[in-house]
């Protein structure tokens, strides 16, 4: 007899991040099945138990009581929950949708908070799609758990074992939960993803004015900091979009660094000081808290994430997850 | 008896550049020694042949008719040339330094033109000193090589055939010779080199202002478009200040870019998608252009890079150099 460490799980979209997950669950011997438009004969010919109906999946979840993740884009995520609320209306819903309050705005509009927690895999490819998809994709990355619903309703014992159910997911695959409230998720995401989305974008344009001579004589700091310009466009736009609400004072912040940076270097003498000295010092800071987990020569990846133990709906426990976000930590349910 | 491909190779300054010059000409059987002021006991234990008395070196390299290589940072190369101008008065001479109109004035100050041939490889890691020099640094590296001097004086012989040396020297250690002019080289690196490290600085500094939970949720598109950022601070600022009058335009084209999506985001309906579908275009042009190298699943890495043959000195040679430079071709001398 086989344990298992989690309720079936039916996964609603089958891309990069839907498909990845579904490989490292049913790698690791979880009951895990799901829907896909187009993939799916694809996806079955490989042994996975996928469908193209997204009713006949959601029926069955509601049969089992599964997990119901949605990974489909955000643009198509108000669609797929009027079909949980239709077919899967007891379910346990959670998403890997990468911007988290206008998910959560869905969730409400619906009266699904109750049984919604929502989750974000700081994970992926420059590339998509089912054929995209990995095993080991999530290994080591932060998986941003939302709370909101915790800090009106403590007590609600039910929230509370959904919550360790998706902090159990992300750690089947290897990812850490890291809990954070969905306004200051949206926020850092627009400094640490889509911000650099955006810079590839427009560094790829910059770049391709140079020409062919531009392009023969770029090399590794060009294609660090463009590589992620190959991403599908729809699926950047649609990230920046959704999260336009924080990413554009963002995008203020950044331009105005950039502009006094030109400033200074258009000036007799042009200088370059204060951006090449804060900047640096800055990233070392970054460096520094991650420091441990790159540096680690042993196998065992040790993670440079703080560790707090919490018991989900114990006295006290939202106050913990709290002191954890403002860390960045992951939290280790029990 | 063992033949060389290059006459003695005299490096003044061991970092990441000009130290791993002197390794890859090492291994490789060719004479090589140089002059570095702090690691010349470090790399004469490792068997190079190292002083840290510039003037002996040069007056070495005057007795063996060495090609001199300027491998120190923009600012103390006038008083580098200074020396060789005193030490290796009939030396040929060529240099690594990222930007190359600043280089060329103070050779033009100095009369040295008509044994002078600029370049720069288009390879680094974001470390720097004799420590972080390596072998096959340069491996299907671009190397810039300016050819302004030729298009004044075509049928100066020796000129031809230090410019061919310089081409050849780029070769032995697994390199491409790109002819370019001063101008079009520093506008060019502005764009693809220069560029990329101002906006790890800026990217550093906003990533940084999340504080803990966005260094926590940060991953590969953050840490992509950041790397350079770990490059030691005066670098950074030597070659930007340098180039500043071909990088502030530059910036002024990647900020107005920037400015531009910041207000589509801002409106109503946010969009994205100018930006989005036009970067992952030029994206796919650059990826296009360098494709066969990249793809290549052969062990003998092939070049994407246009390649002439091109005999230094002949009728129309400067004409040749001028349209292999449009293409960001590389010149393969004969």
Chains 1, 2 share one sequence.
Not at 39 to 61: I, K, M, P
Not at 132 to 140: H, V
Not at 163 to 178: K, P
Request: some cysteine; aromatic content about 6%; charged content about 20%.
């Amino acid at each position: 007899m086989t344990t298992h460490q989690l309720p079936p799980v039916c996964i609603l979209g089958l891309g990069l991040i839907g498909g990845s997950l579904m490989r490292d669950l049913h790698a690791r011997g979880e009951r895990v099945y799901g829907f896909t438009l187009h993939s799916a004969r694809g996806a079955r010919r490989e042994g996975f138990d996928v469908s193209n109906s997204v009713e006949e999946v959601l029926r069955r979840a509601e049969d089992e009581r599964a997990l119901v993740v949605v990974a489909v884009p955000m643009r198509a995520a108000a669609g797929v929950l009027d079909q949980v609320a239709e077919y899967a209306p007891s379910c346990w819903v959670t998403d890997v949708v990468s911007v988290k309050q206008p998910v959560y705005d869905l969730i409400v509009e619906r009266g699904m908070e109750a049984r919604y927690v929502g989750g974000h895999p700081m994970a992926g490819t420059e590339f998509s799609g089912w054929t995209a998809s990995q095993e080991g994709l999530f290994a080591g990355a932060a998986w941003a758990v939302t709370y909101d619903y915790a800090r009106e309703h403590p007590d609600d014992a039910s929230w509370a074992e959904l919550f360790t159910t998706v902090c159990r997911l992300a750690s089947v695959v290897g990812a850490e939960a890291v809990p954070v409230s969905v306004g200051r998720h949206d926020e850092a995401v627009a400094r640490v993803s889509h911000l650099p989305h955006v810079i590839a974008e427009a560094l790829a344009l910059v770049g391709d004015r140079g020409g062919t001579l531009a392009q023969s004589l770029s090399a590794g700091s060009f294609r660090g900091a463009t590589r992620v310009a190959s991403t599908a466009p729809e699926l950047v736009q649609n990230m920046c979009e959704t999260n336009a609400e924080s990413l554009v004072p963002v995008l203020d912040e950044y331009i105005a660094r950039l502009q006094s940076a030109r400033d200074a270097l258009a000036a007799t003498p042009p200088s370059m000081q204060e951006l090449a000295e804060s900047g640096h010092r800055a990233h070392l800071r970054m460096a520094a808290r991650k420091g441990a987990r790159r540096e680690s020569v042993s196998p065992v990846k040790i993670s440079s994430r703080p560790v707090m133990r919490v018991h989900p709906g114990a006295a006290g426990w939202v106050t913990q997850l709290t002191q954890i976000e403002s860390l960045g930590g992951r939290v280790e349910v029990f």
